[in-house]
């Protein structure tokens, strides 16, 4: 494994009160300026981070267990990522690629054609968001085969614009009271192995989907299959085998874009650098954001080349689509995850939470299921495991335990009772194991 240098301590690190005296003057500022529609997880305020920690305003040191929902891979101020930033802003910020083009968009455009799954000619556009990056993948995908309806998931997330929140599962609080929403999307039933049982396999989950899909859809009206290979809001839900590469299959024998959106799990996130890889699958287009770019806003709809062809030149765009220092910032992104072998560590963190947590799983009948791959691990509690009811007040009061001593920690899931667990791929293993550790008293004082 590489050894990385940091620049902070990673240290857990804790004086006195929660929230400190800092933190409480901002959120008092905070609610007089912002509005409450936009939520945190934590009440503390970042002041600095590097590799597993997250300092705050009043002088603690907490490890990060979240990487500010997956994005923060290589840490949150990698030296290569600062200084290409740094270097890239003293020439020029912006000059919009619509405009004044500049070769940054093009080499982050080349590698994401080279690294994605799929050995054909390929296409890279870039955007701001992972909403916006969906957004014009189903542009695309309407535009090259000439239908309109887009089959979803259920339990998946998709973001928060139009387009998007009708794309995503989740009502609250995602979408209630923001209606009426775009027409022309169906959802079908996911494999959800947790909750499907053992009995049903991939295959058969995805006969399931694709018998009702055909009844009350019909294939010739189908531009696209849309779907996460491991949802991320929604529970991290790792599909059944077989169950994404029938889809795939299906979608291919009808002319349907089969699109992947891996703005979660992709970028090494799953210890592959794209979590498509697993079940040998080659979308034909792919969504990806968070993790690219070391915490700079980036993202990008890659595939193939052909599917491109029908999309009318300036059909696609955006004014700070592709930003000069976020191409940068994600070039050395992809240098750090090369240099560093990042995807060696995503699954080197796999096994050091497996190893601490699994054993809970036969001796905690709260604690329903340990399941994920590479660094993208969750935990889904229930009130028993005969009923697998979902337990989310379980998952919010680890949380809490957690960040209250140093840790902090996701929650997702359709129910609200997953904990997620989304280190940065940097994190020092004494540190995880420090921080699993307190996630496991979390689960006993339960
Ligand atoms: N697709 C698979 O996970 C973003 C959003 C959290 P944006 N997930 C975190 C929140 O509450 O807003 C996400 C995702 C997948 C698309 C998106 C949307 O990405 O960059 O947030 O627009």
């Not at 603690?60 to 290569?80: E, H, M, Q, W, Y």
């Not at 792919?286 to 030149?313: H, W, Y």
């Not at 919010?396 to 904990?419: H, K, P």
């Amino acid at each position: 494994m590489t050894n990385i240098t940091y620049r902070l301590p990673q240290e857990i690190k804790l004086n006195g009160t929660f929230p400190g005296e800092h933190s409480q003057q901002l959120a008092q500022r905070r609610a007089d300026a912002v509005p409450a529609g936009v939520a945190s997880t934590a009440p503390i305020y970042a002041q600095d981070a590097d590799g597993g920690v997250i300092l705050d305003v009043d002088g603690n040191s907490f490890v990060d267990l979240g990487s500010g929902i997956a994005v923060t891979s290589v840490g949150a101020s990698a030296p290569r990522v600062v200084k290409a930033i740094q270097e890239a802003s003293e020439h020029f910020t912006h000059t919009c690629f619509m405009v004044t083009p500049y070769e940054g968009y093009i080499a982050v455009a080349e590698k994401l054609n080279e690294l994605t799954p799929g050995n054909f000619p390929k296409r890279s556009v870039l955007f701001n968001s992972g909403a916006e990056a969906v957004e014009n993948a189903v542009k695309i995908a309407r535009a090259a085969t000439g239908r309109n309806a887009i089959i979803v998931f259920d339990h998946a997330y998709h973001g928060r614009t139009n387009l998007t929140m009708a794309l995503t599962a989740k009502a609250t609080p995602y979408k209630k009271g923001f209606g009426p929403f775009a027409p022309e999307i169906y959802r079908v039933p996911m494999s959800y192995p947790y909750r499907d049982g053992e009995e049903l396999t991939g295959t058969q989950a995805a006969q399931r989907a694709i018998d009702i899909i055909e009844k009350q859809v019909g294939a010739e009206y189908i531009a696209a299959v849309l779907i996460e290979p491991i949802q991320g809001e929604g529970g991290f839900i790792v599909p059944a085998e077989g169950f994404l590469s029938n889809i795939a299959q299906w979608a291919k024998s009808k002319d349907i874009v089969f699109i992947a959106d891996e703005v979660q799990a992709g970028f090494c996130r799953t210890g592959r650098w794209f979590a498509s890889e697993y079940e040998g699958i080659e979308p034909d287009l792919i969504t990806t954001a968070k993790g690219i770019a070391g915490g700079m806003p980036l993202s990008a709809v890659t595939g193939r080349a052909e599917l491109f062809e029908k999309v009318q030149p300036g059909g696609l765009g955006g004014t700070y689509g592709g930003n000069p220092v976020a191409c940068a910032s994600a070039l050395a992104t992809i240098e750090t995850m090369q240099e560093w072998n990042l995807n060696e560590r995503a699954l080197r963190i796999e096994q050091l939470i497996r190893q601490k947590l699994e054993p809970l799983v036969p001796e905690l009948p709260i604690l329903g299921q340990v399941r994920g791959r590479g660094a993208m691990m969750a935990l889904e509690f229930v009130l028993d495991t005969n009923s697998q009811e979902p337990h989310p007040q379980a998952a919010r009061d680890i949380a809490s335990y957690c960040l209250e001593r140093g840790v902090l920690i996701l929650t997702c899931g359709t129910y609200g009772n997953v904990v997620r667990l989304l280190p940065p791929l940097t994190i020092p293993e004494n540190l995880l194991e420090q921080a699993l550790d307190i996630l496991v008293e979390g689960i006993r004082s339960i």
